[in-house]
Structure formats: C-alpha cells, structure tokens
C-alpha cells in the first residue's frame, strides 16, 4: 500500500499535489514497513513538490520527531530507526546538492559541537541555508571548536551554525562555544539552534550567539 501512494505522489502535479500529511503519512507507512525505496521515493517526491519550508516543517521534522518517539516507546525496532534516519540523511544531501548556491553566496558552516552525534537537525538547517540562498559547507557532527573555527577561517565563513540536541546543560559545550568564540574572526557570526539549544542561554548570550528558535529563523 505505502508504494502505491508513493508512486501516487509522483505522478501527482507540482501545481495541485498532495498534502504534506500524505507525504508523512506514506513516508512513515514504510518506515514500518522496512520499506527503503518507497521511504525515499516519497521524501524526494515531497522536496519536488512542496515549497522548501513546508517539506522541512511539515514532513522531515514531524517525521524524526514521530520515528524517535515511536522508537523511545519501544514501538519501532532499532532497525527500522536507523534506515529512517539513513533514508532522510541521504535525501537531506541531496536536496541541499540540487539547491546549492554560486560561489558568491555568503558561507555558512554547518555543523554539531563536540560530543554531540545528533546530526539531522543539522542537516536539516543546511538544507534550509542552501535552498535560501547560502553556501553551505558541511562538516557533520561531534567537531571541536578548533576545527570548526578552522574551517570557518579558511572558507571565510560569514557565519557557523551549530545544532544543539542532547546532552543540555553540558559544561563541556559550554567551554566549546567559549572556544568557538576565542577562535573565530570578529565578523564571524554564531547561531544555534536545535532542541537542546535553549539549556545553554547564558553562554549563548555570553558569547554574543544568535539562538534560533526555528528552522525559517
């Protein structure tokens, strides 16, 4: 049933296509059932057929948060966890290499801070970064703040970007983003977002960050 909704979805027009909730809904169908070419077939339909945003807010994001709940309630198997997460690292790549800017965008770097290994909310906010217009440079997670600061001087990076899920309230990411700082240019910009990013508001504002709140901000 999911593959005949997901080749349903390709056949649908760009003008009058379906609803994110299809999209979701169909996507987590074959999540359950470990079903790879159809899951992938249907996000890629979804980022054809919907405005970046909406794809973004309204299938990627509803679906990590759906598959990591159903998986902390012992309601999906591992597996099938990890060939979500697989399947949506590798469409997220690829909506961000079709939208990807000139080399006179502005350069953001994108990434997680030291000991953090959640990276799709990253990927997510280069996705974003990219289809708005930025140049992403892309480095994944779990990167100590020299390296980062390292990458942004080399690229001359306008800004770093950096998603904060879990652990919160870590006083070695504190003293990471302390480092970031110490380490970057002065006209070098920090944003972190992502839903540990709020546990860490004093240094944030320390350091003179940009926390965001959401993808579109």
């Known amino acids: 049933e999911a593959d005949e909704r997901a080749a349903a979805l390709n056949r649908a027009p760009s003008s009058d296509g379906p609803a994110p909730e299809i999209f979701l809904s169909t996507a987590l169908m074959a999540i359950e059932a470990f079903d790879a070419y159809t899951l992938e077939q249907t996000l890629r339909a979804a980022a054809l057929r919907l405005p970046a945003d909406d794809v973004l807010d309204q299938v990627f994001g509803p679906l990590l948060f759906t598959v990591g709940s159903l998986w902390h309630q012992g309601q999906l198997q591992p597996a099938n966890e990890h060939l979500a997460s697989t399947t949506i690292r590798r469409v997220l790549t690829w909506m961000g290499e079709v939208a990807s800017p000139g080399m006179g965008a502005p350069v953001v770097i994108v990434g997680t801070p030291a000991g953090h290994l959640h990276e799709i909310g990253a990927m997510r906010a280069a996705t974003t970064a990219s289809g708005s217009g930025w140049r992403v440079i892309y ?79």
């Open 139 to 217: 480095l994944g997670p779990n990167l100590p703040a020299e390296e980062l600061a390292r990458a942004a001087k080399q690229m001359k990076a306008d800004v770093v970007a950096l998603s904060i899920v879990y652990p919160t309230s870590d006083t070695t990411v504190v003293d990471e983003l302390r480092r970031l700082r110490a380490h970057l240019p002065s006209t070098t910009g920090i944003v972190v977002g992502g839903a540990g990013a709020t546990s860490y508001g004093d240094v944030l504002r320390e350091i003179g960050a940009d926390a965001l709140n959401s993808l579109t901000a």
